[in-house]
């Protein structure tokens, strides 16, 4: 028999009085999938955190969790204590006055408790941390905390909420690979909500990227990580995924007229007015019409700035150039968006 | 010449380290004036043998006065941690129509003096009394009439703590519980109690020393504890008598103290920079009826019987022809004395709350423990040590002459008032004093700031706001105090208006006393009202 959907939305959407925060969002999370949920900052990604959990009442849609209805046009079927979904605060919101084994047992019951804890912070890695008060441990061994008492009662998904929010950059992406490692190995659905395109694109299997609409926020594109970075919908996902320069184009069969030059377009690409243009799509070829300005070290390369006639360009190079006039050709065939 | 190296430290501390010694040694004093006539006891005034602690054990009722005391200082504080806790979740967690005037109206008793809901009440609530009669109540007075009264005085205390603390907490550790699948109580249980535990203490003390301090309430309300004792054999001369019920309020006030500071425990764990706030949720029929009921307890009795019933007194007054007292006096008096004393308890919790505010290590538990020491006794202690104090200067030093003019001066009364609300005045003067980033200084010298350009321009205006705040806690408190006023204040011929309200309701005489009440409430209750909307205080 197949598993249930561990999560489904369907056409939620919320406003606080007459600011609308969400529209029509529907999206599903698959059995033991890990799905970010992109946006910028107030496009309203808490709110449907919030929802989810029951933590607050959409003014419409539907959520399913297991297949079970738990809110549905502002009526809530469901109570959050008994929605089974695990939620990982951005500041991990662990009870100080408990232990670490305390804290991961706090939502079970019965004789295989110690067992489950046990289990669970061999899987964290933090058995010998299982007396100590949260408030005593690094903040990534608070997040595993957070994480381990979130999978003890195997919730139907697991939420978290910018988990990294509060990690030193130079520790997000080890923290990022254990917290997907301890996802993966426990087969949970999970769906992470990020600003942070590096996160969601590398920790993801599926990334949904919510951007700002009219009457809030909506999803924009839903896709594989390479996919949504690669092909965008709109410049909006564009931005948002990657650094990216739109330069305009006139489009003839398959190829298009830019600034810089005619250049080959991605046959899936369909219509479009802008080229999409990403530092690691072009490359420098010496001698050409554009200079050479800036060259900004980005190991295990460079990142180096191009004055055309369209403004300034980044162009990742592998190595420092060695001419200071050059022209730009894509290394692909291009994308574009309206 | 090259210029003279500036100092690391930033500017102040050691000013501040200074006033703290200064105010150490200051609190020092009215523990000093006890112990020296506990321990060589003035002759009786009637010429009879010096009482001694057993002989006052061993006397009739006074195991009663000690029940009395006890079972008011853990009403009271009990009390006041309920209706007050209730009333600060229901003003932050909870949503119903009318919550935000709820939250300001619970919190106005605290502009009333607690003697006057007290005079009010008990006739109100007593046969003869409008609600006594509805309801066929034969007295309100006693012990668990002063209780109740009490805890009406002292809840806004618990409440305005305890909303701080709430709103400090955040949201996020109760919602986890909940995801978790707890049920509300379970996860408030867990998720915020823990954080709350030092607030509710925190208001459970300053409950109980109000309560074991107070003998305005509990002589209208006829309670016997040693409070009332204390002050009877002070108005009496009857000093030793008066040092032995001292000691024995120290000794029954003690180890209450020392049980809320062990309720109190350490912090649970550090607070979480800009919390988002939980969400309100709509209460259940059984905890909307109890937050119904607290609301009830302190708007009736806490604000409009109080009010009804002095503006009955001065209209009734009014009816029958009588003559009214001028209150010019009174009210000047009044005003000034707590305009003085608000500036000296201000100026006196500066320097510990600057200690406190910027340093680590000793220095600040020291700067902390110096400003709370006070509080830690009752406020009717400090006043009657300090009145032994200045009594033992001249037995010591056998110049009769200085204690005269020392009590007729006012100086012991300030002196008195500064100690009782230092504590009061300490916390919105830290709070202004931990905005003054220590780093900043560091800044102001790398751009070639000097001290006193950065004493004006830094820390002056940072610091105003909470100096005004302080200053207008310690002057509503000085406006309603009576305790220390009546100890220390007779021989300044000062007359404030608590004097005048206590003297008046004495000799009966309603329509002054209900008037002089309704003076004071307006005064206060407009300040109380300023310092509401002060965010520093």
Redesign the interface.
Known sequence: MTPPTPLSVHALGHAFGQVGVLDQVSFEVGPGEVVALLGPSGVGKTTLL?AI????TPGAGRVELAGVSVVNDGLEHV?????????V?Q?Y??????SVADNVA??LQGPSTADRVASLLALTELSPFAGR???TLSGGQQQRVALA??L??EPAVLLLDEPFANVDPALRLALGEGLRRIVVESGQAALLITHDRDEALGLADRVLVLAPGSKGGTIAQSGLPDAVYSHPVSATVAGLTGPATFLPGLRRDDEVETPLGTWAVDGRCIGGTRVVVRPETLQLIVGGPWTIGRVRSAPPGFLVQVHTAEGPIWVATSRRPTSKKVRLSPLDPVWMVD | MPAAPTSHTPPGTRTARAATVGVGVLVLVPALGLAAFALDPPPDPFGGPAPSLLDLLAAPGMGSLVLGTLALGLGVALGAVLVGGLLAYAAERLDFPGRRWLSVLTVLPLALPSYIIASTTSRALSRGGPIGDLLGLQRFGGVLAAVVVLTVATAPYVQLVVRAALSRAGGATEEAARTLGASPWRAFQHGTLPALRPALAYGGLVALLYATSDFGAVAVLDAPVLTWRLFEAVTHQDLARATLFALLLLAVVGPLYIGTRVVRGDSAGPGVANPRAAARRRPGWLLGGAVALAAVLQIGLGLIIPVASQLSWVLDGLHRGLAFAPLVEPVVHSTLAAAVAAVVTAALALGPAWGAGQQRGPWHTASEQVAYLPSAVPGVLVAFGLLLAGLALTRGLGHAEWYAPLLGSGVLLVTGWSLRFVAEAFGPLRASALQVDPRLWQAARVLGGQRGRYLSSVVAPALAPGAGAAALVAFVAVLKELPVTLVLGSATGLRPLPYRIWDRYSEALWHDAGLAGLVLVAVALGAVWSTLKEPSA
């Open positions: 919030r959990a029951g933590l607050l109570p959050t204590e008994r929605r089974r979904v695990g939620l605060f500041d919101a662990l009870f100080p006055h408990l706090f939502g008060r949260p408030q008492r979130a003890a009662t």
